[in-house]
């Protein structure tokens, strides 16, 4: 089955630094690539998604970049706050018409103020 | 509206008690699903449907059974609780489109003895 991995596992950044998150995919046919963010004790939140005709989206400090011949794609923060804390997932939509999303196992991002 | 919703928040069971985690959602989305959340291992789908009166195994759908009798509701039930099961427990739906946004329930701690 499609297998996603995200790297890194936790990642320390100080406030106003940048930070990097990125995701390797296996199904060369996967369209869809879906980040969320999960803060403490709540439910993970979709944060910005990228479908694999476009290479770059963003959405002022968060951006992802695609590279569908490589089969990975990064997130990438800027100007981090102590708010952006949280737990980030990458994923992959399976195809199939069930619309299920593969996810990576995580990054636990500390932004230290 | 209120989302996807999840009954209860916490349970804690003892080895071998049967339970049933309920989900709602007022969106009137096609597909749901649930997932577990353990440390580290990011989120792993369990079963999902795909409409009412489907349903689907998802990766890891050992010890657990699910029902979409309605299509507002889909139901989690385990029939024998096993530590190993000690988890947290979130819904999630969508609408049956592509490229649309998964959203999550609040989840549901439960703790097996």
């Known amino acids: 089955g499609e297998n996603v991995e995200q790297h890194p596992s936790t990642l320390s950044v100080q406030e106003g630094d940048s930070a990097v998150i990125k995701c390797t995919y296996s199904d060369s046919a996967s369209n869809y690539f879906p980040w969320y963010k999960q803060e403490l004790g709540k439910r993970p939140q979709l944060i910005i998604d990228i479908r694999s005709n476009v290479g770059e989206k963003k959405d002022q400090r968060i951006a992802v970049t695609l590279n569908k011949t490589a089969k990975h794609f990064s997130l990438h923060i800027t100007e981090t706050q102590p708010e952006d804390s949280a737990v980030y997932f990458c994923?992959?939509?399976?195809?199939?018409?069930?619309?299920?999303?593969?996810f990576g196992k995580g990054t636990k991002l500390t932004v230290n103020p | 509206n209120a989302g996807v919703t999840q009954t209860p928040k916490f349970r804690v069971l003892k080895t071998g008690q049967s339970m049933t985690l309920l989900c709602a959602q007022d969106m009137n989305h096609e597909y749901m699903y649930w997932y577990r959340q353990d440390p580290g291992m990011g989120l792993r789908l369990i079963h999902y449907s795909v409409g009412e009166g489907t349903t689907a195994k998802g990766e890891v759908p050992d010890g657990y059974n699910v029902s979409r009798l309605k299509k507002q509701n889909f139901l989690l039930g385990l029939e024998s609780a096993a530590p190993s099961q000690t988890s947290v427990y979130f819904c999630?739906?969508?609408?049956?489109?592509?490229?649309?946004?998964?959203?999550f329930g609040p989840g549901t701690r439960l703790t097996v003895l």
């Open positions: 999630a739906s969508i609408k049956a489109s592509s490229y649309n946004e998964q959203f």
């Open positions: 994923a992959e939509r399976e195809q199939g018409g069930s619309e299920k999303l593969v």
